[in-house]
Structure formats: C-alpha cells, structure tokens
C-alpha cells in the first residue's frame, strides 16, 4: 500500500518537472502608450427651450332661454256640459210583481210555530235524504248546521236495511245525545209495522255512537232529536 502511494507521488512530481522544463521563457511585454487613442471632450451646444403656446380660453356655451309652455288647467269651478243625446229611447224598469197582503199577525204565528217545532234546515234532511223531516227539541241548536251533516252522514252509513217493500216504510225515532257526543237514550217514536226495519234503524243510531261533541258555545248540556227513516222503493 505504502509502496503504491509513493509511486505516485513519485510520478505527479516527473510530470510538473517536465512541464517546466519544455514551456519556453519570454520577457513580460511593455505597453506602448503611443498607440493610445486620444480623445477631446468639447461642450455640447446649449439649446433654448420652445416658448410655451398660449392657452386659449374656452367658450362654454350660454343656456337658450326657452319659454315656458302653457298648459291649460281646467278651472274647477266651472263644470263641462251635459251631451244630451237625441233620438234614445228611455228604457223604465219593470214593474215588480206585488205580493199579496199577509196580515202580521199570520207571518209572527207561522214564526212561532217553526221555532216551536224545531225544525232541521241542513243538507243532511233535504229532500232526497231517508232524515227529511228532523226535528229538535232546541230550536237554538239550528245555529250549527254542520253538526246535523256530520251526525246523520254517520248515521246513513251506519244503517243496513234489511226489509225489501213495493211501498215506502217510514220509522221515527227519537235519541238524546249529551255535550261529550255520547247517545245516552234511544227509543221507536212510531212504528214502520215492519219490526225488522224498526230494530235496523235502532242499531244504525248505535253503530254510530259517540256522535260529533256538541259546539263549544252551546249552552244545554243535552239535545234530543226526533229522526224519521224512511225507504222508498225506486
């Protein structure tokens, strides 16, 4: 190892020797200021500034002076004319039909009488419907007409008619109903003669037990109500 290293040192130090050796020695070279190239410096020439142009003032354009325009104004006191029109036939309203004299007397015993009876005006007891004819035992209920459609609309539902007749069958009942909607009597007013009608239109009310609550604002805490069924053959 040692050996190796020192040949080659050995070997570094023949090779800057030659290099020294072959390379030939030449003087430094003096510089010739001769061949200097002068140069002079000379002032540049002074030049006048450009004399400012004058600034023109600018016209601003005077506003035309317009007249004013004259509207009309309708004085209100005066008013326009009337345009009467010629040659229109003036058209008379018809005559109404008169009504036939009714004492007063009569109109306040019929009043009487309906509010007395209490009878039902809703849909549910129209014409068409098997309930025409209900009555109630407070005429004041009458206020609450939906109270009728929701309660006999059950009812209807409710009600299987078990009896075939080339005739009409009517059956009137009678049930009372308390402020909670609970059905607390229910009875057979009057009789079809049919006794199997007369027990389906029994067992339609209690199938269709609790009823609607009675309004809020209803002062009787019960009601009762007389309620024909009636079939008719089509």
């Not at 010739?32 to 354009?61: H, N």
């Not at 004299?101 to 007891?125: F, H, L, R, V, W």
Request: glycine fraction near 6%.
């Amino acid at each position: 190892m040692k050996r190796d290293l020192l040949l080659s040192i050995l070997l570094h130090v023949c090779v800057i020797a030659a290099t020294f050796v072959t390379s030939p020695f030449e003087p430094g070279r003096q510089a010739d200021y001769g061949e200097t190239i002068r140069v002079s410096l000379s002032a540049m020439p002074q030049f006048s500034a450009p004399e400012p142009e004058p600034i023109t003032p600018l016209e601003i354009p005077q506003a035309l002076d317009e007249e004013p325009m004259e509207i009309p104004i309708d004085d209100p006191a005066t008013k326009p004319e009337a345009v009467i029109e010629k040659n229109i036939p003036e058209t008379k309203p018809e005559p109404k039909p008169k009504k036939p004299y009714q004492p007063q007397n009569e109109k306040s015993d019929k009043n009487q009488a309906g509010a007395a009876k209490g009878e039902i005006e809703a849909s549910s007891t129209s014409g068409g419907s098997p309930f025409a004819g209900a009555t109630v035992d407070n005429a004041s209920f009458n206020k609450y007409p939906y109270w009728y459609d929701q309660a006999f609309n059950k009812i209807l539902r409710s009600w299987n008619n078990p009896v075939v007749s080339d005739g009409a069958i009517v059956c009137v009942v009678y049930f009372q109903v308390i402020k909670s909607g609970r059905m607390i009597e229910s009875k057979v007013e009057k009789s079809s003669g049919i006794p199997a009608f007369d027990d389906a239109c029994i067992g339609a009310l209690k199938r269709a037990d609790p009823f609607p609550p009675l309004p809020r604002d209803f002062r009787e805490e019960i009601i009762g109500i007389t309620l024909p069924f009636k079939y008719e053959p089509r």
